[in-house]
């Protein structure tokens, strides 16, 4: 059975930074870009960073560049997303996907941004 | 900063059919745009049901169908179900960094 399990969300201060991690089994993870969304309360999905099979391409949404930095580690089957300087724009469910064509999804952990 | 636009909402009575287009503020979207769609349910996550503008998931039900339409992707949805009412969101590639639209919820009544 395919599973992505995000972890590493939680309540952070203003200024902060975290580290969101997914975990993949089921797949094999390596093959595939990955994605991570995020979603903020009662708004649609933000595309936020990928990164393609060997880490050596990554892309951003340009309005949060420089604040984010994806990454995987294929012995893991894992996948991180660290954010710096977080702000309350930042409160959100972040979700990663992967497949060939979006075919996983994970439930998603929920970062809240607030003093 | 690119924006992606979809009808915020449509209605559709069960059976009948409606269509769900997504723009580009950059121009006309093309097949180079790979176009995916989404469906998500209340306290889901999405659930990917076209991508690369026209091609189907094993789980796609039959009844929906992507296509470049008049300039912009397009999702047909043809004999609504009660079961299609939901927000549909598309994706589109910018050479690298990709794009949500807004979002369309679509009621079936």
């Known amino acids: 059975e395919v599973q992505l399990v995000e972890s590493g969300g939680g309540l952070v201060q203003p200024g902060g930074s975290l580290r969101l991690s997914c975990a993949a089994s089921?797949?094999?993870?390596?093959?595939?870009?990955m994605t991570w969304v995020r979603q903020a309360p009662g708004k649609g999905p933000e595309w936020v960073a990928n990164i393609n099979q060997d880490g050596g391409a990554k892309y951003y949404a340009d309005s949060l560049k420089g604040r984010f930095t994806i990454s995987r580690d294929n012995a893991r089957n894992a996948l991180y997303l660290q954010i710096y300087s977080l702000t309350a724009e930042d409160t959100a469910v972040y979700f990663c996907e992967g497949g060939a064509a979006a075919d996983y999804w994970g439930q998603g952990t929920l970062v809240t941004v607030s003093s | 900063q690119v924006v992606v636009t979809q009808e915020p909402s449509l209605t559709v009575s069960p059976g009948g059919t409606v269509t769900l287009t997504c723009g580009s503020s950059t121009g006309t979207v093309t097949s180079g745009h790979k176009a995916y769609w989404f469906q998500q349910k209340p306290g889901q996550a999405p659930r990917t049901l076209i991508y690369d503008t026209s091609n189907k998931h094993s789980w796609t039900p039959a009844r929906f169908s992507g296509s470049l339409l008049g300039g912009k992707a397009a999702l047909t949805l043809s004999g609504a179900q009660p079961e299609d009412e939901a927000e549909y969101y598309c994706?589109?590639?910018?050479?690298?960094?990709?794009?949500f639209g807004g979002g369309t919820m679509l009621t079936v009544l």
């Open positions: 089921g797949f094999t993870f390596s093959r595939y870009w």
């Open positions: 994706l589109l590639c910018y050479s690298g960094p990709w794009v």
